[in-house]
């Protein structure tokens, strides 16, 4: 028989933030996810991160999705997904040649994008929360550290053995004014925050960056453009 455990956000960090997520909803009818469902509402924007390709080579190259996306004629687009791209030549185990970390932000994403938040909320304290991850692991409730952002490798390091290299799904500081949300099956990060620092995310050369929308398709599901 399968055992089924509570698992509550009542009384944790994470509650402020489950109570907002979902609330809008697909504009359109039909199976999906969508970015409210991963970032909550009522921020003035919305950015998507791709977690940079990797290849599984050994050759320590790396690629980004735009240049992936060039190569199998299909745009960069907001709800562009892995499997529009044309895998070059997968390796001889069968794998494909490129590889992207779902779960996590690569490790130059992650130490960008936690320079330039850090512009934003200084030294002080940021929530960095494990949800679906620690309930895989089998752990008794959400994993939740606060910590100054420079604090993030070690928090990430402390809890590597109850819940792997994944994550954090949830970061944001104590006055809530951005949050990023890594869900554990997705190859993109996505920050909700106010315009200005959206506008510090989008510019930022070290991050392959979009725009998106509370509406704004995650799933691998999303149709190219052309096929509409």
């Known amino acids: 028989m399968t055992e089924k455990r509570a698992w509550t956000y009542d009384g944790t960090e994470l509650a402020w933030l489950k109570g907002r997520l979902g609330r809008l ?70 794998r494909s040649l490129w590889q992207a970390p779902d779960g996590a932000l690569d490790d130059s994403s992650r130490s960008a994008l936690t320079r330039v938040l850090a512009g934003t ?65 997705l190859l993109s990060t996505y920050v909700g925050c106010s315009a200005e620092t959206a506008g510090l995310l989008l510019r930022d050369d070290a991050l392959e960056t979009l725009l998106v929308t509370p509406h704004t398709r995650v799933d691998r599901e999303t149709v190219r453009p052309q096929d509409q």
């Open 121 to 185: 909320c200084g030294d002080r304290p940021v929530c960095f929360a494990y949800d679906l991850a620690a309930l895989l692991w089998g752990q008794d409730g959400p994993l939740v550290r606060c910590a100054p952002l420079t604090g993030l490798e070690s928090v990430r390091e402390e809890l590597k053995e109850a819940v792997g290299e994944s994550g954090p799904e949830f970061w944001w500081p104590q006055d809530h004014s951005w949050v990023v949300t890594s869900d554990h099956d």
């Open 25 to 94: 909803g697909r504009r359109e009818p039909g199976p999906g996810h969508v970015v409210s469902e991963l970032v909550p509402d009522g921020y003035e924007a919305y950015v998507r991160i791709f977690h940079r390709f990797e290849a599984t080579d050994g050759s320590g190259r790396s690629r980004s999705w735009q240049a992936r996306a060039a190569d199998s004629a299909v745009p960069f687009h907001p709800e562009l997904s892995h499997w529009w791209l044309r895998d070059e030549a997968p390796d001889s185990s069968g």
